[in-house]
């Protein structure tokens, strides 16, 4: 069974708009990342959230961690075609163990001029 | 190099061959994962290394396949008698250390079993 769920699965917007995705989990997250994937490459390492209620910032791009840390936002201001690509959020501990992540379908986002 | 690398970067194999792939992890990271990532498809855990230990295979679809990383750097996925539902991208991250570290990923390997 899907242990994550993102939404949406994919999402068109025009360069200079904002957008965000969404990751939900029925269990307590307890460590969740963000990564990119762009088509035939490995899955680049954008942020990490661990404590409820954290907010993380890089250049464009914010990260969110809800209070009950059961869901997380991911949001591009101001989208440019470079933030093209999937967004994966994954999961560490959903499972009971620690080290290996259970992954979200993705969010393929693309970006129009 | 100072990331993760992965070889070969693709692999065509008839149904029924072995196939191994090579994944070189960040030097000095003690823990090394592996995955599968089926088309549209998030990874999907496949097998656990912490040094040289394996600790978890729990993901590994069958028997067929078989990991090592007998000096605690270097690993090795196995196929053996491959099928065409093997075909996918397998990823190989690593990490500094066990549990709620951050894994860095390699470019994959893209199996196509024909």
């Known amino acids: 069974s899907q242990e994550l769920e993102q939404s949406p699965q994919s999402l068109i917007v025009q360069e200079g708009k904002n957008l965000t995705i969404n990751c939900t989990s029925s269990?307590?997250?307890?460590?969740l990342y963000w990564y990119k994937q762009k088509y035939g490459e490995g899955l680049i390492f954008l942020m990490m959230?661990?404590?409820?209620?954290e907010e993380k910032s890089h250049e464009k791009i914010t990260a969110k961690l809800d209070e009950k840390k059961q869901q997380s936002s991911l949001h591009i201001t101001a989208s440019q075609p470079s933030h093209a690509g999937i967004y994966l959020c994954?999961?560490?501990?959903?499972?009971?163990?620690?080290?290996?992540?259970?992954f979200g379908t993705g969010t393929r986002l693309q970006v129009t001029l | 190099g100072a990331g993760v690398s992965q070889s070969p970067r693709y692999k065509v194999a008839k149904r029924g061959q072995d196939v191994a792939l090579r994944c070189d992890p960040i030097?000095?990271?003690?823990?090394l994962f592996w995955y599968q990532q089926a088309l549209g498809q998030g990874p999907e855990f496949l097998t656990y290394?912490?040094?040289?230990?394996?600790?978890?295979k729990s993901g590994l679809p069958s028997d067929r396949f078989f990991a090592e990383r007998p000096e605690g750097s270097v690993s090795t996925l196995k196929i053996q008698r491959t099928q065409q539902e093997d075909s996918a991208v397998y990823l190989c991250?690593?990490?500094?250390?066990?549990?709620?570290?951050?894994?860095?990923f390699g470019p994959g390997t893209r199996l196509l079993v024909l």
């Open positions: 290394f912490q040094n040289e230990a394996q600790l978890d």
């Open positions: 030097s000095g990271h003690v823990s």
């Open positions: 959230l661990q404590k409820g209620g």
């Open positions: 994954g999961a560490d501990g959903i499972t009971g163990t620690a080290s290996k992540l259970t």
């Open positions: 991250a690593s990490s500094s250390r066990e549990g709620w570290a951050t894994q860095y």
């Open positions: 269990k307590t997250l307890y460590g």
